[in-house]
């Protein structure tokens, strides 16, 4: 499966974005979808998944204020961002994986991943 990732920009705090994540090449209900962020100077961390039976997941500062969702019509993942915060800047990635769920946050099971989209929250 290919990935890519869009949506991205520079927005001002508490704005909102919609990232979206397209597949080709396979069906995204195959897979665990997820999103993981690199901010500068810092190591990629995981943000949030939704997975092949519907299940979600976010990491803790996120909650809240991002919705991960998928349309299955579009063969897309969405990851919306409302209330976005300077800490929110980073190069977000979205990933394919088959790995089961209780790993879903380890971006090492990850197989396939699309290429980043920026986004900036200015202050």
């Known amino acids: 499966v290919q990935l890519q990732a869009s949506g991205g920009g520079l927005v001002q705090v508490g704005g909102s974005l919609t990232l979206s994540c397209a597949a080709s090449?396979?069906?995204?209900?195959?897979?665990?979808i997820g999103w993981f962020r690199q901010a500068p100077g810092k190591e990629r961390e995981f943000v949030a998944a939704f997975g092949w039976s519907g299940n979600t997941k976010y990491t803790d500062p996120v909650k809240g204020r991002f919705t991960i969702s998928r349309d299955n019509a579009k063969n897309t993942v969405l990851l919306q961002m409302n209330g976005l915060k300077p800490e929110d800047t980073a190069l977000y990635y979205c990933?394919?994986?088959?790995?089961?769920?209780?790993?879903?946050?380890?971006?090492?099971?990850?197989?396939?991943w699309g290429q980043g989209t920026l986004v900036t929250v200015s202050s």
């Open positions: 990933a394919a994986t088959t790995v089961v769920w209780g790993r879903v946050t380890e971006e090492d099971h990850y197989n396939y």
């Open positions: 090449g396979g069906s995204v209900r195959r897979y665990t």
